[in-house]
T-cell receptor, first 111, second 114 residues
Framework: DQQVKQNSPSLSVQEGRISILNCDYT??????FLWYKKYPAEGPTFLIS?????DKNEDGRFTVFLNKSAKHLSLHIVPSQPGDSAVYFC??????????FGSGTKLNVKP | SQTIHQWPATLVQPVGSPLSLECTVE??????LYWYRQAAGRGLQLLFY??????ISSEVPQNLSASRPQDRQFILSSKKLLLSDSGFYLC?????????????FGPGTRLTVL
């Protein structure tokens, strides 16, 4: 049973607009969350993280929001750029440095 | 700086043949090491996790095994490959320490079992 879920397999956004990628989790013990970006035939690269003691973390164009009561997190990219087109994975962990990944959302930013 | 190597980049193997994928990390010591698999249309599935030499945790029952003969070397093996073993295999490492640390992934190996 998957503990981290990304229910939207794909998302298409116009350049300059906001991209919102969503992630839900079921394990209430998860207390650290990350987003990764992956291009085809490459390994994922770390993008941004958030601890459960926060509800928002911002890094440039990327902001991650965490709603613990809903067991939901989202990644906002503003403004979206064509180079942001990739597959985005969310990941979660509880206590130790072992992470569970969602199935990914493929973002396409149209010029 | 730290780097992580995986080889081979692509591999085509017949059903029933053995498998050995190698991963090495440079520029760090005593890392946590991980093997993931991404099957077609699926997310990243954690296969194995290691906190030190000879210490392997298996996450899912399967046809694969892992070994860590040296501090920065992680090997994924199978005695007899199945069709369902096809996928994109990723090795990753993370630092130990207080709190959680992000994982750094290698370039991956595309395995096709025919």
């Amino acid at each position: 049973d998957q503990q981290v879920k990304q229910n939207s397999p794909s998302l298409s956004v116009q350049e300059g607009r906001i991209s919102i990628l969503n992630c839900d989790y079921t394990n209430s013990m998860f207390d650290y969350f990350l987003w990764y970006k992956k291009y085809p035939a490459e390994g994922p690269t770390f993008l941004i993280s958030i601890s459960s003691i926060k509800d928002k973390n911002e890094d440039g164009r990327f902001t991650v929001f965490l709603n613990k009561s809903a067991k939901h997190l989202s990644l906002h990219i503003v403004p979206s750029q064509p180079g942001d087109s990739a597959v985005y994975f969310c990941a979660a962990s509880a206590w130790v440095n072992k992470f569970y990944f969602g199935s990914g959302t493929k973002l396409n930013v149209k010029p | 700086s730290q780097t992580i190597h995986q080889w081979p980049a692509t591999l085509v193997q017949p059903v029933g043949s053995p498998l050995s994928l190698e991963c090495t990390v440079e520029g760090t010591s005593n890392p946590n090491l991980y093997w993931y698999r991404q099957a077609a249309g699926r997310g990243l599935q954690l296969l194995f996790y290691s906190v030190g030499i000879g210490q392997i945790s298996s996450e899912v029952p399967q046809n694969l095994s892992a070994s860590r003969p040296q501090d920065r070397q992680f090997i994924l093996s199978s005695k007899k490959l199945l069709l369902s073993d096809s996928g994109f295999y990723l090795c990753a490492w993370s630092m130990k320490g207080v709190g959680r640390n992000e994982q750094f992934f290698g370039p991956g190996t595309r395995l096709t079992v025919l």
